[in-house]
């Protein structure tokens, strides 16, 4: 006769951090092998079923913060690797998702920002050349 395995339960502070790694969009396996968590995968899996989250709205808050963190970067292929490394997928992974969940384009993001950094440089050079300019 089998039993379950007995799993250690989730503290109180296990379970604030564990909450706050859901909203980032962090899995159970990520989480449950982060130092500073500590836990037992199926703890976490087992919490995360105790609270009705399903998987789906992990993976929204995932594409979520990975929008937040692109849109507010300066260079956006050093973001999408630090995002990699953290969420153990490869940077083509983050932009073929963000294409396919939120129709994001890289290449647009970056065309943009050249356009916002050309017309920066615009301004600075005007102001440069007419010191009245405010």
């Not at 440089?121 to 405010?134: A, H, I, T, W």
Request: no cysteine.
């Amino acid at each position: 006769m089998s039993r379950a395995p007995q799993v250690k339960p989730l503290t109180l502070k296990q379970k604030d951090l564990v909450q706050k790694a859901w909203a980032l969009g962090y899995n159970d396996k990520l989480i449950s092998a982060h130092p500073r968590i500590n836990a037992e995968y199926l703890a976490v899996h087992r919490f995360r079923h105790e609270m009705g989250i399903a998987t789906a709205t992990i993976s929204e808050n995932r594409y979520d913060a990975w929008v937040r963190a692109v849109m507010s970067a300066g260079d956006v292929v050093a973001v999408i690797e630090k995002l990699a490394e953290s969420y153990n997928v490869t940077p083509y992974s983050i932009r073929l998702l963000l294409w396919r969940h939120r129709g994001i384009s890289f290449r647009k993001i970056q065309e943009d920002k050249l356009k916002q950094l050309d017309i920066e440089r615009k301004l600075k050079l005007k102001k440069e050349n007419n010191p009245f300019l405010v």
